[in-house]
């Protein structure tokens, strides 16, 4: 797969034709003729992690599809706290707002290494319009992420402290497809969870501490059976 540095994405079109995630990306049912109507580059580079992609109320002119790496969607509050309100993985559009009004609602920030390709607005827009299959892709684009917010309400921000960490280990892991999961800085896992540093880091230790999950590597290993039976506590 080609990368190439963000000064290098402006001299020239990335190769979308060729992506080896095409047929997952929001540009799956696009044909060569529809290639051919894209004028403005789209932009493919590589960002490390704690880079931002973008602030809440810049102006939005961009949609983001991620090739790879992890990106998270925060708020902040009116004490200055961050909220992680959510997590995009690779094939994931987001900026979709940039369709539709003037600026982004989120701080987007690169929690590993991400290799994102960067869509002009008005390029999607005017597709859009032209390609049946690409509307229909965006509408199922925004039904996903409303979804998404939904699980984020109703699984990872209601509950006790251990039934949000074991949703969101279980959702982690439904993301890696296996029965491992990598996971964040106690900040970040506090912000989605929306819970304390400090009860992130004690209810994790109480995970290992009862085998729930054991650290492999750069990965934990989940005990899918009693993490499910919390949920149920």
């Not at 989120?106 to 290799?115: F, G, S």
């Not at 912000?191 to 880091?201: G, Q, R, V, W």
């Not at 230790?205 to 492999?216: D, M, S, V």
């Not at 990965?219 to 993490?227: M, S, V």
Request: glycine share 4%; with cysteine.
């Amino acid at each position: 797969m080609k990368t190439v540095t963000l000064q290098d994405a402006w001299k020239g079109e990335a190769d979308c034709l060729n992506c080896a995630l095409r047929n997952t990306v929001l540009f799956s049912g696009l044909s060569e003729t529809d290639f051919e109507k894209i004028h403005k580059p789209i932009d493919q580079f590589v960002l490390p992690a704690g880079s931002t992609l973008y602030h809440a109320h810049d102006n939005a002119s961009f949609l983001y599809t991620i090739r790879s790496g992890v990106v998270k969607l925060t708020q902040y509050l009116a004490d200055g706290n961050q909220r992680i309100v959510r997590l995009a993985f690779a094939s994931d559009v987001i900026g979709l707002e940039s369709l539709i009004e003037p600026q982004y609602k989120h701080d987007a920030v690169a929690l590993r290494d991400v290799e994102v390709c960067r869509l002009p607005a008005p390029v999607v827009n005017q597709l859009s319009t032209e390609n049946q299959l690409l509307h229909k892709e965006l509408l199922n684009r925004w039904h996903l992420a409303l979804n998404e917010a939904d699980d984020w309400i109703t699984q990872l921000s209601t509950g006790s402290a251990r039934q949000r960490m074991a949703n969101l280990l279980l959702k982690l892991a439904e993301k890696y497809g296996s029965d491992e999961c990598e996971l964040f800085t106690r900040e970040d896992i506090g912000s989605m969870l929306s819970i304390t540093t400090e009860t992130a880091s004690r209810t994790i230790a109480e995970f290992k501490r009862k085998g729930l999950i054991q650290k492999q590597g750069s990965l934990y290993k989940l005990n899918k059976e009693p993490l499910f039976e919390i949920l149920s506590d």
